[in-house]
């Protein structure tokens, strides 16, 4: 059981028997008043955002959320299919679900799926996946000035900036907390 | 509350600081005001609904000077003032520190229209010091000096902003939640906003006004929508100090917390207090304005998190 003066941005809480993600918090205090805890919520099933002001006397239940180590397998329609590696049951989230995550997706990936109760919430990918790059301009010679970029495309779709001596067909390493590129990987 | 603790980065701020606080010194020096200190660890402490004080050993951390000064008041001091770090439990945000550092000042035959024009005249001179001009930015909004002042009362501020009316939302247990929400947001925005006369059920030491015993001689200033100070004539009466303090007590301990022993001594001497005006000012709070900081962190060199 929390209270409101346990809230803090990323805190997950039951309302309502929906688990909410807290995405914003302040303590305020008008002048004599009492202490309130203005957050912005998000409902983890739906993506609707709101306001909500509690006092110190609200209590929450924590949500029961649980993480499965599952494979992504294929997209259709806006719809990212994973799979359960030891049940092979399959669960769909939507585009706004999966959301930067889409960007390291690739086939047969590891990741881990956040489920409430029996429903698939998010995705998380590995800090570090490797992607091939399926477009690139040509290496042009002065460009080997240090901290000079040049944006490629990955075999996801994701645009990111490289250094200009990596080229198309070569693999590289992405940070996936940061999107950016850590270094060329040979296979 | 994500900003680290890195002092090096807050050089400016706490430059500012230092220099806002020698004028704050200057200001009071030359009005023949005394600069005070007061016991920080004390046995009694006037008990507040929504203030939790820090216990130390068999005392108390101080959650303001009021109780000592008064007595200094009493005493036959007309023009007090003191800075100096206040404690209270719990208390932290992006405008709060559990550890803070007031301006209190109270001056004897003043009212608080009167502490208005004072304050006016502390802060204009704080800016000509600090070499701000008519004009303080924060936040991206322009804080004009000129005096006088913007003046609106409890009521008429829910009359514009509020979706009712103030009576209300005392009756309907939301006037804080109002208050942050719907208030505060448009106060002291293109120039500081004084906000007066509230309910009196809310004012645990202000005078009550005569014409209108449900309302309490209070003013908070706003500047850029944050909460800089609160200030009321002062009730002098013991025996209403000591029906509050135990309504206060009553309450406290319905709603499960700590009571705090009564302050005797005090309630002896404020029988002598004369009529008189107080006024406690965050110096935290005017430093972020003074340095258009967003966060309270930015303006002291230590938050309770890095210590």
Known sequence: MYTASDLKKGLRIKIDNEPYIVTEFNFVKPGKGQALYRS?????????????????????????????????????????????????????????????????????????????????????????????VIRADPWAKGDSVSGKTKPVTLQTGYQIQVPPFVEEGEKIRVDTRSGEYLTRVKD | MERDGRVADKREALWKRARMIRAIRDFFTAREYLEVETPHLITALIPEKYIDAVACGDSFLHTSPELHMKR?????????????????????????????????????????????????ELIVSVATDLGSGDVVNYQGVAIRLQRPWETISVREAFASYAPMSMDKAVTGNCFDEIMVSSIEPHLGLTQPTFIYDYPASGSALAKQKKDDPTLAERFELYMGGKEIANACSELTDPEEHHRRFLNVNRYRHSAGKSIYPVPEHFLQDVGRMPHAAGIALGVDRLAMIFCDSPAIDDVVSFVPEFL
């Open chain 2, 72 to 120: 200094l008041l009493a005493a036959g001091h007309p023009r007090i003032f003191q800075i100096c770090k206040c404690f209270r439990d719990g208390e932290r945000g992006s405008n709060h520190l559990p550890e803070f550092t007031m301006l209190e000042w109270y001056c004897r035959g003043m009212d608080y229209r009167r502490l208005m024009e004072e304050c006016e």
């Open chain 1, 40 to 132: 912005k919520l998000r409902n983890m099933i739906t993506g609707a955002q709101f306001e909500r002001t509690f006092r110190s006397v609200d209590t929450f239940e924590p949500a029961d959320l649980e993480q499965k180590k599952m494979q992504y397998l294929y997209q259709e329609q806006g719809k990212y299919c994973f799979m359960d590696n030891e049940s092979y049951e399959q669960v769909f989230l939507t585009e706004d679900q999966v959301g930067e995550a889409k960007n390291f997706l690739i086939d047969n990936l590891e990741v881990e799926i956040l489920f409430f109760e029996d429903k698939a919430l998010e995705v998380s990918v590995p800090n570090f996946v490797d992607l091939v």
